[in-house]
């Protein structure tokens, strides 16, 4: 008996395309990897720290495009994936897909923060808020984020007030910073 399966698969072209297949055309074309670390994600890809195959180390200056290590993200996907409705351990390639999709995201909205940033020469906060302008629910959470960032910022200078020496390094910092606006 042979049983339909979704399969989702990228392509190129049209980015993830979803198919079907019965379980041995899955099965024949899966890759035969070792499980990587952690929910049993099943990858062939270096991890943090290993070196690809092949790969001896060395800086490589030639253009090539940076090699992505694969599972950064998937024990946090995997909890959101269960948090949103998904089994309490998903399936190792629904996360994969879903970590290919989150980069691919955060990839195009990065270079699109950098392509704004360009004109200027650095990027900074307010290039990433030009970028999700549009998208209002990302918006005001990045908004909330960064007021909230601000807030800690100033309870932790209001903590080290008590600090003699905090103090001291403060006001030296202050000092420093207009004796280069100065110079200016």
Do not use: C, W
């Not at 980015?15 to 952690?38: C, E, I, L, Q, Y």
């Not at 030009?130 to 990045?142: G, L, M, S, T």
């Not at 807030?151 to 420093?176: C, G, S, T």
Request: charged share 35%; hydrophobic share 40%; net charge negative.
């Amino acid at each position: 008996m042979s049983f339909a399966i979704v399969v989702p698969e990228r392509d190129a072209r049209q980015g993830v395309v979803v198919s079907t297949a019965d379980a041995a055309a899955v099965a024949a074309r899966a890759p035969s990897a070792t499980p990587a670390r952690g929910l049993g994600v099943a990858s062939t890809a270096p991890r943090d720290g290993e070196l690809a195959p092949g790969d001896d180390g060395a800086a490589e200056d030639d253009g090539e495009a940076f090699v992505r290590r694969r599972g950064a993200f998937a024990k946090d996907l995997a909890y959101m994936m269960y948090g949103f409705g998904d089994a309490k351990e998903p399936d190792p390639a629904s996360i994969e897909l879903m970590e290919d999709l989150l980069v691919d995201y955060l990839t195009n909205v990065a270079h699109r923060a950098m392509e704004v940033a360009e004109r200027r020469g650095r990027m900074q906060t307010e290039d990433l808020l030009y970028v999700i302008r549009n998208d209002r629910k990302k918006f005001a959470r990045v908004d909330e984020l960064l007021e909230m960032n601000a807030k800690l910022k100033d309870a932790r200078k209001n903590f080290d007030l008590h600090d003699p020496a905090a103090v001291l390094a403060q006001q030296r910092e202050e000092e420093e910073r207009k004796r280069r606006e100065a110079g200016e």
